[in-house]
């Protein structure tokens, strides 16, 4: 969903909506803007309920400062416009208060945006800005001072976090990365010491973003096609609303027959994904004028080598990508259901997933469903979407459950006895 054609005032209410709703702020907290062709600078209001924002509390400030709006702009103007002045490549401004971040400002550190690659590539290096007044001149020119050195989101001391963009949703999406990043390192540390991602691992994503399949015009989708097109959006649509996507993180497919499956595109915001956008492919052929992400070949190679399987779906969750970011095993031996539908979950190297897709594809089977690729994701088979959709669930819960146990005691895990005892009575 492209948000350019939309008025600024509906896009700040929107996006608004989506920051409240994804618990990266309060009623009270955070504010939005964006600088116009005009120049005129449109600003969420002050004072103002931020979980029932509607485009006629937006202001709106002209470039000699009048002000129209029924309400005040927020206290945070000065800043919004400082950057707008320093930084010409800006026309969005986000800036909110989610606990992780503000985590990170109490601590005066930045989060590390190197621990998956699809990260970095959104947010780059993260800035970090000293204390400041709320809604001062000062406050706005150590922020600027900082985003003058070209970051796309800083962390301001005491505070919490502002994320630039060319337009709003790419200053939400960083916004959004940021968040995600802070809260898988804080969840990686409660279980060992998350590694970073060198300049290496960076360019091998680069590398091979690129997906050179021959196209195809479908004459059609028939009603089979259709259904699963609307299921898949269904079901990314929860993933993003349970936290186990982002707007731009998350690929979903799933087969239709022996040649041929639907896939999520690259680069679509996860949140308004439709039918239309959903990607056919045909024996290795792709429909043309949509672009999938370079995951495309593996899920390719897990469908033509194993035929119990129907979905495929690749998400970076924070809870179970502590374990992938750090290197650690996930035990699925904690309570019954997270044993009978995760079994043995794998681990992989980091560069497998680009350099030996087939590799990959070869490891799973009916007691692996699940692989944790180092520094990069998780991904999840099943025998239906709906399958996928619940072993991916229950892999996050479960994985937020033993990170929780870390404040509790030693895990005990369900012994070799109980597990036979569930392998014959569920016919695992």
Request: proline share 6%; with cysteine; aromatic share 8%.
């Amino acid at each position: 969903m492209s948000l350019s054609p939309i008025h600024p005032a509906d896009q700040l209410a929107m996006i608004m909506d989506r920051i409240y709703r994804f618990g990266m702020t309060t009623t009270s907290g955070g504010n939005l803007s964006i600088l116009d062709e005009n120049g005129d600078i449109w600003i969420t209001p002050g004072g103002i309920d931020k979980g029932s924002l509607t485009r006629d509390d937006i202001v709106c400030i002209k470039p000699d400062g009048t002000i129209t709006g029924k309400n005040k702009p927020s206290m945070e103007l000065p800043f919004h416009r400082e950057i707008y002045e320093k930084r010409p490549d800006v026309r969005a401004v986000v800036h909110a208060h989610p606990p992780a971040l503000v985590a990170f400002s109490i601590a005066g550190k930045v989060p590390n945006t190197r621990l998956i690659p699809s990260a970095y590539t959104i947010c780059g290096e993260v800035g970090m800005a000293e204390y400041g007044l709320p809604g001062s001149v000062e406050l706005g020119k150590k922020i600027v001072k900082v985003f003058e050195r070209g970051f796309k989101s800083v962390i301001l001391q005491n505070h919490g976090a502002v994320a630039v963009g060319g337009s709003l949703f790419d200053a939400f999406k960083t916004f959004e990365t940021l968040d995600f990043c802070a809260r898988l390192e804080i969840n990686a540390y409660r279980i060992g010491k998350p590694l970073t991602l060198n300049e290496k691992h960076i360019e091998l994503t680069k590398n091979t973003q690129d997906v050179n399949l021959k196209a195809f015009k479908p004459t059609g989708y028939n009603t089979i096609e259709n259904n699963a097109r609307q299921d898949i959006c269904r079901f990314v649509h929860r993933a993003y609303s349970q936290k186990l996507f982002t707007s731009t993180q998350g690929t979903v497919s799933q087969k239709l027959n022996d040649s041929s499956f639907l896939i999520t595109p690259h680069n679509v915001d996860r949140k308004y994904i439709d039918a239309n956008n959903i990607i056919h492919i045909d024996n290795g052929c792709m429909e043309e004028g949509k672009a999938p992400g370079s995951s495309v070949i593996l899920h390719k190679y897990i469908y033509d080598k194993h035929p119990h399987i129907n979905s495929v779906i690749i998400a970076n969750p924070p809870n179970i990508m502590a374990f992938a970011v750090t290197g650690q095993p996930f035990d699925s031996r904690i309570i019954p259901e997270s044993y009978i539908f995760l079994k043995n979950v794998r681990n992989m190297p980091f560069e497998s997933i680009f350099v030996q897709p087939e590799m990959v594809s070869d490891v799973f089977k009916k007691e692996t469903p699940i692989v944790l690729v180092e520094s990069n994701c998780a991904i999840v088979t099943g025998s239906s979407l709906l399958n996928a959709f619940d072993r991916l669930e229950v892999l996050e819960y479960s994985a937020k459950s033993i990170l929780d146990s870390q404040y509790i005691g030693e895990i005990v895990k369900i012994d070799d006895l109980s597990i036979e005892e569930i392998d014959r009575t569920f016919l695992l």
